[in-house]
């Protein structure tokens, strides 16, 4: 049972008998099919759940892979036992492509199945254009990892900073006010005392 379909039925369903008549069954439908694309966009807590977690596992799945390479496995063998060591919600998308390039699948079509994961997108380019290009895969697995690490320095500071910013908003609403009654407001009455 689709409960974001259901709930945009039900809107519209809503908005349809409260405006009533052929124009409450058209902002109905309206209401139904925007309600349905919105409520489409939100992720649940579980999907976001697993998606940071494979976003935070990419790194080290990068460092894992570059050192079963630098070892002298093959990629499809090497991508295998990073996925058994992860485990999760990476481990099992690195299954799927160690699994398609055991199975004789083109790096083309193995590598995007870690698409969703976010930053996964610098691995797969890496990794196909390294089977195309013949050049040794592991020194860009390094510096990607380095480079995904690196991101994540800079997102957390910048959210740090966001963070200061916006514990100043309730302390400014909080002062403001006070300052207008306690340092304005005699001011201006003085003022006014004194011309009337």
Known sequence: ??????????????????????????????TAVGL?????????AAVRRHRLRAAADLPLAADL??????????????????????AGPLGERLEQVG????????PDEAWPRL???????????AAVR??????????????????????????AEAAARRAGVLIVL????????AFILAGLVPVIVAVLGDVL
């Open 1 to 30: 049972m689709d409960l974001v379909r259901l709930g945009a039925g039900l809107g519209g369903l809503a908005a349809a008998v409260v405006l009533g008549g052929w124009p409450g069954v058209l902002v109905g439908v309206l």
């Open 36 to 44: 349905d694309r919105l409520l489409r966009r939100f992720e649940s």
């Open 65 to 86: 892979l570059a050192a079963a390479l630098r070892a002298g496995a093959p990629v499809d063998r090497a991508v295998s036992a990073v996925a058994e060591a992860l």
């Open 99 to 106: 699994r398609t390039l055991r199975l004789g699948g083109s």
């Open 115 to 125: 698409g969703p994961v976010p930053g996964a997108e610098r691995l797969t380019r």
């Open 130 to 155: 390294s089977s195309a290009s013949g050049a040794a895969l592991a020194g860009a697995l390094t510096r990607l990892a380095d480079d995904l690490r690196a991101d994540r320095v800079t997102t």
């Open 170 to 177: 309730p302390l400014g609403l909080c002062f403001l006010p």
